[in-house]
T-cell receptor, first 110, second 117 residues
C-alpha cells in the first residue's frame, strides 16, 4: 500500500495561501490521491482528489507532480475556520480502503 | 451536513454494558464503513460493507459486532468493552467500491465519542 508523508504542523497567516505538501513516492499508477480535513474531532471532510492532472474545486486546488510522487494542496485564501488536521491519502482500490496517516495540523493565525 | 448521521453523539458505558452505535446515510450510497480514532492515533478502518455484505473485517476484536440491515443503516454493537476502546467512532459511506474515484469518495458522519469506564 502506498504510504504518505506529511509535515506534522504548519502555520499560515489569515488571507494568505496555505500550501500543504505530501510525499507518496510508492504510489501505483492507478491509485488516486485524496485530501480530507478534520476540524477538532469532527468527522473528516472530503476536500478534493486527483490522479494525474491538477484539480480545482470551490474549496482548494490539488497540484500533482508529473512523476506522481508528491502533491500539494492549496487553500488560496486561508481563514481561521480552515484550522484543522489535513490528511493526504492514497486510496487502495481493494474495497476502497482509505489509510489515514497522522496528517498536517494547519494553524491559521490572524 | 454530509448526509451521514450518527447517534448517539456521546456515550459513556461500563465494561459490562451492551450498547449500539447507529449510522444512517441519506445519500443513496451502497457502501458503508466503520472507523475508530483513538486519542493521538490515525483513523483505523474497522469494517467495510458493500451492498449490505461485509467485505472487510480489519482484525477487529469480537466484542465489536457490526450489522448492516440495509444500505442506509449501519450499526456497531458493543459488549464487554475495555477502557482502551474509548475513542471516536466514525461512520462513512460511499456510492460504491468499484475502483472509480467518482463513486468511491467517502463521506463521514460526525462520530460518536465513546468512553468506557
Amino acid at each position: 500500500d502506498a504510504k504518505t508523508t506529511q509535515p506534522p504542523s504548519m502555520d499560515c497567516a489569515e488571507g494568505r495561501a496555505a500550501n500543504l505538501p505530501c510525499n507518496h513516492s510508492t504510489i501505483s499508477g492507478n491509485e488516486y490521491v485524496y485530501w480530507y480535513r478534520q476540524i477538532h474531532s469532527q468527522g473528516p471532510q472530503y476536500i478534493i482528489h486527483g490522479l494525474k492532472n491538477n484539480e480545482t474545486n470551490e474549496m482548494a486546488s490539488l497540484i500533482i507532480t508529473e512523476d506522481r510522487k508528491s502533491s500539494t494542496l492549496i487553500l488560496p485564501h486561508a481563514t481561521l475556520r480552515d484550522t484543522a488536521v489535513y490528511y493526504c491519502i492514497v486510496r487502495v482500490a481493494d474495497f476502497n480502503k482509505f489509510y489515514f496517516g497522522s496528517g498536517t495540523k494547519l494553524n491559521v493565525k490572524p | 451536513e454530509t448526509g451521514v448521521t450518527q447517534t448517539p453523539r456521546h456515550l459513556v458505558m461500563g465494561m459490562t454494558n451492551k450498547k449500539s452505535l447507529k449510522c444512517e446515510q441519506h445519500l443513496g450510497h451502497n457502501a458503508m464503513y466503520w472507523y475508530k480514532q483513538s486519542a493521538k492515533k490515525p483513523l483505523e478502518l474497522m469494517f467495510v460493507y458493500s451492498l449490505e455484505e461485509r467485505v472487510e473485517n480489519n482484525s477487529v476484536p469480537s466484542r465489536f459486532s457490526p450489522e448492516c440491515p440495509n444500505s442506509s443503516h449501519l450499526f456497531l454493537h458493543l459488549h464487554t468493552l475495555q477502557p482502551e476502546d474509548s475513542a471516536l467512532y466514525l461512520c462513512a459511506s460511499s456510492l460504491g467500491t468499484s475502483g472509480r474515484a467518482s463513486t468511491d469518495t467517502q463521506y463521514f458522519g460526525p462520530g460518536t465519542r465513546l468512553t468506557v469506564l
